[in-house]
């Protein structure tokens, strides 16, 4: 179980909700730490082998979807890494991502093929998706007649703001919004078509992206439970929540304390940290078709 990194040779570079991000000069190491966050705040206690789950399934789409646009990936194998002790290697290994450098896009891509969550909340209430118009007739987890772009502006804290694609073309300008956009819809499209032939939905999902030598790439993780939304097929029904593979159970039962989700968050039951560790694994199981140690 890995909570913090710290590093004796290379300075840290950010530290997110989830991830330690390592200066290597020219590049970045990305470290997925257990950590788990939840109505943005951190839990103290971790989730094991969620980080080197969370690696692994970032790594089959970076490789499988290599075709559709650009990554970041350089390598995963931390032994390549000069000034590393033989314990940090080990704590590493698995977790980590080399990747290049870029200048990340301050809008997060989101796709979304069916109705779920603020989505839905947002339907519900003004039959709108983010200002998106749509017509009457859907249900809570409806598959929408088409995939939607909804972009986001990211927060460093708190919650991203959704803005229309319009506003993101003033951001980054329409030449770089269109081609997000186009990205995001290709990479939405493949990846469901991949996990459909698996059993599963892929509801939605969100993507980021960078800029390295005028070349737009895909960065950050790719498709995980932590950034997308994905549903049993076998279980799916319209109009109700669905057998997800997110971390609901964390969320679920924090809803049904007394927290007022602000830090410091309350302790965790075991039966939440292992019900949650087994949705990764499920996750991880069915979309690589590998069977976890």
Not at 69 to 82: C, G, R
Request: aromatic share 10%.
């Amino acid at each position: 179980m890995v909570h913090t990194t710290s590093l004796s040779s290379y300075p840290l570079f950010r530290r997110g909700k989830v991830r330690d991000v390592y200066d290597l000069g020219n590049q970045l190491l990305l470290v997925a730490t257990d950590r788990i966050s939840a109505f943005d705040v951190v839990m103290n206690e971790t989730i094991p082998d969620k980080g080197a789950l969370l690696t692994a399934i970032s790594q089959y789409w970076f490789n499988t979807l290599k075709h559709v646009v650009p990554n970041h990936i350089i390598s995963y194998d931390v032994s390549t890494i000069d000034g590393l002790t033989t314990e940090e290697k080990a704590l590493l290994a698995g977790r980590s991502m080399i990747v290049r450098k870029t200048s990340p896009l301050p809008v997060e891509c989101v796709v979304r093929g069916y109705l779920a969550g603020s989505g839905w909340k947002e339907y519900h209430a003004a039959r709108t998706v983010c200002g998106i118009p749509l017509p009457d007739g859907y249900e809570e987890s409806s598959r929408l007649a088409k995939p939607i772009f909804t972009p986001a502006t990211k927060a460093e804290e708190g919650h991203d703001e959704n803005i229309s694609f319009e506003q993101a073309a003033v951001v980054l300008g329409a030449y770089v919004a269109t081609s997000v956009r186009d990205y995001s819809f290709a990479l939405f499209n493949a990846a469901s078509a991949d996990v459909a032939a698996k059993g599963l939905i892929l509801a939605d999902t969100k993507f980021e992206f960078g800029v390295v030598d005028d070349e737009i790439i895909l960065i950050d993780e790719a498709l995980t439970p932590d950034s997308s939304r994905y549903w049993l097929a076998s279980e799916y029904a319209p109009g109700t929540l669905q057998y997800n593979f997110d971390k609901q159970i964390l969320r679920d039962w924090l809803e049904t304390t007394e927290w007022n989700k602000t830090y410091p968050p309350p302790t965790l039951p075991n039966q939440v940290i292992d019900g949650t560790r087994a949705k990764y694994i499920e996750a991880y199981q069915r979309i690589t078709g590998l069977t976890w140690r």
